[in-house]
Nanobody, 131 residues
Framework: QVQLVESGGDSVEAGGSLRLSCTVS????????VSWFRQAPGKEREGVAA?????TTIYPDSTKGRFRLFKDGHTLTLRMDSLKPEDTAMYYC???????????????????????????WGRGTQVTVSS
C-alpha cells in the first residue's frame, strides 16, 4: 500500500525559509510523479510544485523562483524561500496511481492544477507565515 508522510511544517516570519519533506513508501517503481499541494482555510486547493518521472520540475506562477523541489529515491524535499503570509496553508504531497506514473499537464494557474489525478495523499504539514 502506498503511503506518504509529510514533515517540516513550522511557523516562520515573512521572508524566511522552510524545508518540507515527503517520504513515499510502498510504491513499486522508482520514478513517478509527485506533487505538492496546499490549502488554506476557506480557499481552494492549489498546486505548489511537482516532479515528473524524468526529474523535470514544474511550478505554478505563484511559487516559481521561490520554491524548489528535489527528489532523492522515495524522499522529496520542498525548499521554500522568501515566504509570504499568503503561503500560509496546510501542505500535502500526493502521487499518482502506479499504472500511470507520469504527471498530468499542469496549467500555470495554481488553482487549476488537476488534484483529482492524484490518488495517494499524505495527511499534511502546517506552514504558517507571519507578517
Amino acid at each position: 500500500q502506498v503511503q506518504l508522510v509529510e514533515s517540516g511544517g513550522d511557523s516562520v516570519e515573512a521572508g524566511g525559509s522552510l524545508r518540507l519533506s515527503c517520504t513515499v513508501s510502498g510504491y513499486k517503481y522508482r520514478d513517478y510523479c509527485v506533487s505538492w499541494f496546499r490549502q488554506a482555510p476557506g480557499k481552494e486547493r492549489e498546486g505548489v510544485a511537482a516532479i515528473d518521472t524524468d526529474g523535470t520540475t514544474i511550478y505554478p506562477d505563484s511559487t516559481k523562483g521561490r520554491f524548489r523541489l528535489f527528489k532523492d529515491g522515495h524522499t522529496l524535499t520542498l525548499r521554500m524561500d522568501s515566504l509570504k503570509p499568503e503561503d500560509t496553508a496546510m501542505y500535502y504531497c500526493a502521487t499518482v496511481h502506479e499504472v500511470r506514473r507520469l504527471c498530468p499537464t499542469f496549467p500555470q494557474s495554481a488553482t487549476s492544477w488537476p488534484y483529482s489525478d492524484f490518488i495517494y495523499w499524505g495527511r499534511g504539514t502546517q506552514v504558517t507565515v507571519s507578517s
